[in-house]
């Protein structure tokens, strides 16, 4: 098998991460996976912002978990409202996509860039995990001033991101695949 196949299928979402934080070299090469990822008309508008900050770490921690409770989804709401869950999973490292609002395939944009960054850190032996909750932050009423303590460019939002640390735990099983889902036409 390939060496991009064998990455591919040893992938896994870490939720596990020893504090040390990951060098500068090896968050550039994979955030320079994440700018190489097709995009709509080679438009090239996403944004990266990379938070090492444990005070800003934590301070979206606690406003994705505040909005979430209020939403209308009992998982979520019982997540956000325990004390002990960090959305992050302490991991020492976030990066953030974001985009353009209302600017269309932008969300896949920001997709395509997360799942590079993603191989690109397993390659490496770096553990990542796709963060979506962090979103939660920037609904109701701090979005915008949430977003400015970001640094993100104006009219952008964040439309992901990943956490990003070295391994304290390496998943073994074996990753299943449901059936059913591919059909043939022609």
Same mark, same amino acid.
């Given at each position: ?18 504090? !040390?934080?990951?060098?500068? +070299?090896? &968050?550039?090469?994979? =955030?320079? @996976?994440?700018?190489?990822a097709p995009c709509a008309l080679n438009r ?62 932008? !969300?896949?944009?920001?997709? +395509?860039? &997360?799942?590079?960054? =993603?191989? @690109? ?10 963060i979506n909750f962090v979103l939660y932050a ?37 990753r299943a695949i449901k059936g059913n889902t ?5």
């Open positions: 098998m390939n060496e991009t196949l064998q990455t591919i299928r040893q992938r896994r979402s870490i939720r596990k991460f020893k504090s !040390e934080q990951v060098p500068d +070299a090896v &968050i550039e090469t994979i =955030l320079e @996976a994440g700018r190489l090239q508008e996403r944004h990266f912002t990379v938070v090492r900050s444990k005070k800003i770490l934590d301070f979206l921690n606690r406003e994705a978990k505040a909005f979430a409770v209020s939403l209308n989804n009992r998982f979520l709401s019982l997540m956000a409202q325990s004390e002990n869950y960090n959305i992050f999973h302490a991991a020492p490292l976030i990066v953030v996509v974001s985009g353009p609002a209302n600017r269309s395939m932008v !969300e896949s944009d920001c997709a +395509a860039s &997360i799942q590079n960054m =993603l191989l @690109a850190a397993e390659s490496l032996r770096i553990g990542a995990c796709w920037f609904h109701g009423a701090n979005a915008i001033e949430n977003a400015a303590k970001l640094g993100l460019p104006a009219g952008y939002l964040p439309y992901g991101s990943i956490a990003v640390g070295f391994k304290d735990d390496e998943p073994v099983e074996e591919v059909n043939y036409l022609g």
